[in-house]
């Protein structure tokens, strides 16, 4: 019989090896004649498998509320900053890409692990709130820069919106929101971010469809699939920022002095700069 000599990668997603490339065995010209969008390629691409309408909307959503936040934001300071030194569409978009991490836009995986773990134990907000705060580590999708308890931040709110009108269930989500209320009551800055509401309404639309087993959830959220949304998002964002410095023209960027505090004083250690 045939022996087949052992491959040194194994691929599972798609396939260009027929007429037409197949993604998760869905081929391009049905993506194409069904009108699927890109929540239905991220389906097939990510998740292997062809998601519920209402589930592929919330991923365009997800997508599109985080193209961009404004020139001030870490990533997008970055990227402006890098295409002025000169620099190519790739070498911007990645110096930007590399600042999403557990402060800016890379909270989400770990804001579903968290808030998972405590629903799943029927933890009270003030139990995992406090708990968190002892540990040392702040809860991840929760707090943020500009945004306050008396001026949300609008994508949260569409994002709850969408889910409480499609999915079947938001009770991760809405257990967040219990959280926040108790953070609010600590700190008036300690909303629910983009991050947080990313991530637990994520999990409920893993828990709701129906299309996921429980060892695949936990696969997803174990892995940290979910960081993803936001950096694919977000390239769009930062790649718009890249094209419009140099049709700009702009020069090398260089950081005004008068914005340094510059002291030859030794200077206490921060305790805690994490
Ligand atoms: N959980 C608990 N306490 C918090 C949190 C939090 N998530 N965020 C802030 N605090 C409290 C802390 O007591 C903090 O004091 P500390 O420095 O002694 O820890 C105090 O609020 C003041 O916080 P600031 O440092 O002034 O908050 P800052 O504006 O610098 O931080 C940030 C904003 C980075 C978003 C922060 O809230 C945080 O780390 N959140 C968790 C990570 C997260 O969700 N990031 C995603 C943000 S959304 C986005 O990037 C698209
Ligand atoms: C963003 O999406 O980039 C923002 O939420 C971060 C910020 O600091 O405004």
């Known amino acids: 019989g045939k ?38 390629v991220i ?40 295409a002025r030194a000169g620099k190519d569409l790739v070498s911007s978009l990645v110096s ?12 989400v995986d770990d804001a579903a692990r968290y808030f998972k773990d405590a629903y799943d134990r029927k933890l009270s907000p003030y139990e995992f709130v406090e708990g968190m705060k002892k540990k040392g ?7 943020h820069r500009i945004k306050r308890g008396d001026n949300r931040d609008k994508r949260v709110e569409l994002l ?4 409480r009108t499609h999915f079947p269930s938001t009770k991760y989500m809405e257990y967040a929101v219990e959280v926040e209320t108790y953070t609010l009551s600590k700190a008036n800055n300690l ?22 087993t429980k060892q695949e959830i936990d696969e997803i959220v174990a892995i940290g699939y979910l960081n993803g949304l936001f950096v694919l998002a977000r390239s769009i964002g930062l790649i718009g920022h890249t094209f419009d410095q140099k049709r700009l023209k702009q020069p090398l960027y260089r950081h005004p002095w008068e914005d340094v505090l510059y002291t030859k004083q030794v200077m206490q250690w921060p305790m805690d700069a994490s």
């Open 3 to 40: 022996v087949r000599a052992p491959t040194h990668i194994i691929s599972t997603i798609s396939d260009d090896r027929g007429e037409e490339p197949c993604y998760a065995g869905v081929p391009m010209s049905t993506i194409v004649e069904k009108g699927m969008g890109i929540g239905d």
């Open 96 to 107: 930007g890409l590399l600042t999403i991490g557990p402060r800016f836009g890379g909270a």
């Open 137 to 143: 580590i702040r809860v991840p999708g929760i707090g």
């Open 191 to 212: 909303v629910m971010n983009v991050d947080g509401a990313i991530g637990t309404l994520f999990l409920d639309l893993l828990a709701g469809s129906g299309m996921f």
């Open 43 to 82: 389906s097939l691409l990510w998740f292997k498998r062809s998601l519920p309408r209402y589930c592929t909307q919330f991923i365009e959503i997800c997508v599109m509320l985080c193209a961009d936040h404004g020139p001030c934001v870490s990533g997008a300071h970055n990227t402006i900053v890098t």
């Open 160 to 163: 709850q919106l969408f889910a």
